[in-house]
T-cell receptor, first 114, second 112 residues
Framework: SQTIHQWPATLVQPVGSPLSLECTVEGTSNPNLYWYRQAAGRGLQLLFY??????ISSEVPQNLSASRPQDRQFILSSKKLLLSDSGFYLCAWSGYGQGRNIQYFGAGTRLSVL | RKEVEQDPGPFNVPEGATVAFNCTYS??????FFWYRQDCRKEPKLLMS???SGNEDGRFTAQLNRASQYISLLIRDSKLSDSATYLCVVKGLNSGNTPLVFGKGTRLSVIA
């Protein structure tokens, strides 16, 4: 069966520090991968999605970036965090065929920028 | 008009009640529809897909009205464990690479 791992679960970082969040998927190949952010009391905002290695689409301008160095690995990064980067970051994957319509989420990383 | 709109709630209902949520979407070309459930401080999880003819899964019934561009979720015989935020989700085209669009969710509290 497929599983998705995200870490760390919680993170407290000072303003201006770098960020690296990692997400890996097991049990499937060539998944679509997604990064979302959910700010307190707000909906899910799609940040990036990837349909293959090295292929990244950015949905909103920001000081975050994403990379996909391997088929089942998706990394969210920042060189300098802002206070407004605080939120709940969720990685998701979707499969192939009709399964590409359904996304499955990792447990998320709760980031507090202070 | 927002792509996917939901009443944020909260809906506070007693155990055993029937409760219904609606969701409207703006893109008439939307082809796939889902309800996700999100517990407090947890990730969203797929509750059910929504099919054109409507579908039922136990106490949950989902309906789609393409003409009016809305989706509904009906929960019968509410349980305390149904307390969560319910996210309406829409996908524009059946192309696999089109991202999903999530509503902000409707919060349900089932009270003993």
């Amino acid at each position: 069966s497929q599983t998705i791992h995200q870490w760390p679960a919680t993170l407290v970082q000072p303003v201006g520090s770098p960020l690296s969040l990692e997400c890996t998927v097991e049990g499937t190949s060539n998944p679509n991968l997604y990064w979302y952010r959910q700010a307190a009391g707000r909906g899910l905002q799609l940040l990036f999605y990837s349909v293959g290695i090295g292929q990244i689409s950015s949905e909103v301008p920001q000081n975050l970036s994403a990379s996909r160095p391997q088929d089942r690995q998706f990394i969210l990064s920042s060189k300098k965090l802002l206070l407004s980067d605080s939120g709940f970051y969720l990685c998701a994957w979707s499969g192939y065929g009709q399964g590409r319509n359904i996304q499955y989420f990792g447990a998320g990383t709760r980031l507090s920028v202070l | 008009r927002k792509e996917v709109e939901q009443d944020p709630g909260p809906f506070n209902v007693p155990e055993g009640a029937t409760v219904a949520f609606n969701c409207t979407y703006s893109n008439s070309a939307s082809q796939s529809f889902f309800w996700y459930r999100q517990d407090c401080r947890k990730e969203p999880k797929l509750l059910m897909s929504v099919y054109s003819s409507g579908n039922e899964d136990g106490r949950f019934t989902a309906q789609l009205n393409r003409a009016s561009q809305y989706i509904s979720l009906l929960i019968r015989d509410s349980k305390l464990s149904d307390s969560a935020t319910y996210l309406c989700v829409v996908k524009g085209l059946n192309s696999g690479n089109t991202p999903l669009v999530f509503g902000k969710g409707t919060r349900l509290s089932v009270i003993a």
